[in-house]
């Protein structure tokens, strides 16, 4: 059932998968949103309840952590309740987070709201939620979907972005919250109506599958037996059991490295570097959103090279790249846009998550459909650490040094380690390995 073609009527339709999908890339625009929206409401907050950048900025970095840690549980969890119901508890408690910010009264609660409860749920509307889907929905065109998942971040960051940003300096900052809040509500009940977990529950198979005698992995749930296993064993067992893989530690490397040169180095630091070098700050903020239009390019252009190259050279390429343009930052900012950086700025944006769709393939080989998403959740929480160990570290360096040079020069360095390392991976002789299997190499 690959072809859109309705035998029974003759008629044109729409695979289910592409319904999953738009589903999908919704929910993750919608947390996307969100966590881009912080930085526009903190001074509006600060200035509202006279608190300190302190107390703000604290909530962030543990709506950060808690994302990070949150996205290999959520995976698990996934796999033991069901995408659809965890999606759309996940959306409620966005919606909640942000909601009742517009009640609250204590610094306190902004912890425990954006901190833990937005964290939590946008943890589990990252990108192993669109892995998931894309592993259990999609043979045909598998990585150009990752791609478009990938970009939704960027996509919620341009969509939710501006207008929150006017609302927080217009009507107030409580309008952009409600927003946020409105539009992950309205989520939820789509979510439950279109939604399945698997292809099997519809009646149909992946789109592109093959049919053949025995089930498709990608297609079916696995088989019951027993009590399922509650979903922090699964994480932690599939930790446990991926970690015996040299594999799996240079995903787990190389994606921590990817963190640090991205949100953790350019998203943080990117802004007050360039106002170092005379730039003014709404200039050096349109060029990191440009950075964020051709991640959109860049993400889906990956995922249809993911569809056709070797994962492991796509990979050593991004990487490689990436770390020579880190190497060039210190000498190309100034306090005006020039060609060469506006250069940067484009092929860093292309270059923005181009890591992803090659990393979820990966896992996915080398570790199984079903078990992919667990594994890939880990490998993710690695990127988030990463990124917060890189804001905190270039901070340090900006302080001692009085510049951020160091900066750039350290995560060129690891950029090219990480090219490096990929070329480690081994290269499967067989075809992928089912969900029950162990892991290769």
């Known amino acids: 059932m690959t072809t859109p073609v309705d035998n029974a009527a003759g008629r044109r339709v729409i695979h289910r998968a592409w319904l999953v999908a738009a589903i999908t890339m919704g929910a993750l625009i919608a947390a996307a949103g969100f966590r881009s929206s912080t930085g526009a409401l903190l001074e509006p907050i600060e200035q509202d309840f006279g608190w300190s950048r302190a107390t703000t900025s604290g909530a962030v970095s ?53 901190g833990f409860a937005v964290g939590v749920g946008t943890g ?43 609302l927080a300096d217009g009507p107030g900052w409580r309008w952009a919250a409600g927003l946020v809040a409105v539009f992950a509500l309205v989520l939820v009940p789509l979510v439950l109506l279109l939604m399945r977990d698997h ?18 992995p990608a297609a079916l749930p696995p088989a019951a037996t027993g009590r399922p296993e509650p979903a922090a064993r699964l994480a932690v067992r599939t930790l446990r059991e991926s970690s015996r893989s040299r594999t799996f530690w240079i995903l787990f490397v190389t994606f921590w490295i990817c963190g640090w040169s991205t949100n953790g ?54 990487y490689l790249l990436r770390g020579l343009s880190l190497l060039t930052v210190p000498w190309l900012l100034a306090a005006t846009v020039h060609p060469s950086l506006f250069v940067f700025i484009v092929f860093y944006g292309l270059d923005w998550v181009a890591t992803v769709p090659p990393t979820v393939a990966l896992c996915r080989e080398h570790f199984g459909v079903e078990r992919a998403g667990v594994v890939f959740g880990w490998v993710f929480a690695a990127h988030m650490v990463g990124a917060g160990v890189a804001a905190s570290f270039a901070g340090w360096v900006r302080q001692v040094e009085g510049d951020y040079q160091a900066a750039w020069l350290t995560a060129g360095g690891l950029c090219l380690g990480a090219a490096v390392l990929c070329l480690m991976i081994p290269r499967l002789a067989r075809a992928p390995l089912n969900a029950g299997s162990s892991a290769a190499a």
């Open 124 to 166: 589990s509307l990252a990108l192993v939620f669109g892995a998931i889907v894309a592993n259990r929905w999609f043979v045909r065109h598998r990585g150009v979907v990752i791609g478009v998942f990938s970009a939704a971040s960027s996509t919620g960051q341009l969509v939710f972005l501006p207008a929150i940003a006017h």
């Open 265 to 318: 180095l350019i998203g943080t630091h990117f802004i007050p570097a360039a106002h170092d070098h005379g730039m003014p700050q709404t200039t050096s903020a349109s060029l990191l959103a440009l950075i964020g239009i051709f991640d959109i390019v860049g993400t889906i252009a990956s995922g249809w090279l993911t569809d056709r190259v070797d994962s492991r050279y796509l990979l050593f390429a991004y």
């Open 199 to 216: 292809p099997a529950d519809v009646g149909t198979t992946a789109y592109g599958a093959v049919p053949v005698v025995e089930p498709d």
């Open 62 to 114: 543990l709506n950060l952590v808690i994302y990070g840690l949150t996205a290999p549980f959520a995976a698990a969890l996934m796999e033991r309740f069901g995408v659809r119901r965890v999606v759309a508890a996940s959306l409620t408690l966005v919606s909640a987070g942000s909601g009742l910010t517009l009640v609250m009264t204590e610094s306190w609660q902004l912890w425990l709201l954006w």
